[in-house]
């Protein structure tokens, strides 16, 4: 068969884009861990002895990175007096951990992929089976933050709007059950929009439960919110909101996390899921979706070999799609499933009985 060579050159190139942006995103991670972004937001311009001395870093290092940096159009950098600034655009997405921009420490995550390719190439060429526990805590970390931006932004104040009376129970003291609570950014995000709710955060990951308490502790917060080691189908009480942020597809047996949520909501209580963004069909949604390949990586190396660790092991996906979603709801029992938002990174649906 006769070579492309057009074809071959464009994918090289195409190569040479992705090694460049693995790299980057490892420098970024680099930027966040030690304070070298925090060390030039709202300064200026700079050399890079002075941010490397704010930073406690490495002079020498430090202008290697800065150097790629520039190079990547992360940091202005003036040839002329050799300084380097960050402006007011890069530093809410890389120094800002407040804003909802903020992805610099999403970069564990990425990181865990690297660093477990062991244990990644094994569940490949064997089972296909990886627990979420067996990852590097960079991933939990990584997750963490990854979403704990959009939630703090969205959450109160688009996603709980959109669904039908859920609002005025929280404000008025509705209990909420937050199941796959991870490190507990979402409990806490709704704990701190609507105070007089009561808030149960349920993670099966014993470690996450306790930074899940830890960050709560830190946001103050921790005598109106609760978090316990639990699954998805093991935990009790009656709820009027019951959560699932980015954590369904993960589960072995969805269906059975649905069927037990159903039976744990209160007369006229509803279920938030949130899910990535993903378009019906997968032809439409690799050829359509900006996210797909990040999220079909993902859920290759994370979401999946979660899923087929678990009971049933039914492997739904991180871009499994509304249509299968919805059927998944429809499986454990429910008569109502809307989708009541979206947003670039996540689709949020209503579900009732």
């Known amino acids: 068969m006769a070579i492309n060579e057009q074809r071959l050159e464009a994918l090289m190139e195409q190569m040479v884009g992705h090694m460049t942006g693995s790299t980057v995103c490892m420098g970024i991670w680099i930027g966040d861990e030690t304070g070298l972004y925090r060390a030039m937001a709202g300064a200026g311009a700079l050399g890079a002895s002075e941010i490397a001395q704010r930073a406690g870093c490495h002079p020498r290092l430090v202008r290697e990175w ?7 159009g992360l940091v202005a950098y003036d040839a002329q007096t050799d300084s380097y600034r960050l402006d007011e655009e890069a530093a809410l997405i890389l120094a800002d951990e407040c ?3 903020f992805v610099a420490r999403a970069m564990n995550a990425l990181g865990s992929m690297f660093t477990d390719i062991d244990k990644i190439s094994a569940a490949f060429q064997g089972d296909g089976k990886l627990g979420w526990g067996e990852h590097h805590q960079c991933l939990f970390k990584g997750t963490e933050w990854f979403f704990r931006p959009g939630y703090k932004e969205h959450l109160p104040s688009a996603w709980i709007p959109a669904l039908d009376g859920v609002e005025d129970k929280l404000r008025s003291g509705a209990t909420v059950a937050d199941i796959g609570c991870g490190h507990g950014a979402s409990c806490i995000a709704l704990t701190e929009a609507f105070p007089n709710a009561r808030i149960h955060g349920f993670d099966f990951h014993e470690p996450s439960v306790r930074i899940s308490r830890e960050r709560a502790a830190e946001a103050g917060v921790s005598e109106r919110v609760q978090f316990d080691v639990a699954d ?3 935990y009790d009480g009656q709820y009027d909101l019951i959560c699932f942020f980015d954590c369904l597809h993960d589960m072995g047996d969805p269906v059975g996390a649905a069927r037990h949520a159903r039976a744990h909501l209160a007369e006229d209580g509803a279920v938030l899921l949130v899910e990535p963004f993903a378009i019906d069909g997968r032809a439409n949604n690799i050829r359509e979706n900006p996210m ?5 990586h ?4 994370i979401c999946t070999p979660n ?10 996906g991180a871009q499994a799609g509304e249509k299968r ?4 709801f429809a499986e454990a029992g429910y008569a109502r499933f809307r989708r009541a938002a979206e947003t670039p990174l996540n689709l949020i649906y209503e579900a009732r009985p």
């Open 99 to 101: 804003a909802p921009t």
């Open 325 to 328: 979603t919805q059927q998944v």
């Open 292 to 296: 797909a390949a990040l999220l079909y």
């Open 298 to 301: 993902a859920s290759a190396t």
């Open 66 to 72: 800065l150097d790629g940096q520039a190079a990547a």
């Open 307 to 316: 899923s087929l660790s678990q009971e049933v092991g039914l492997g739904l």
């Open 232 to 234: 998805a189908k093991s």
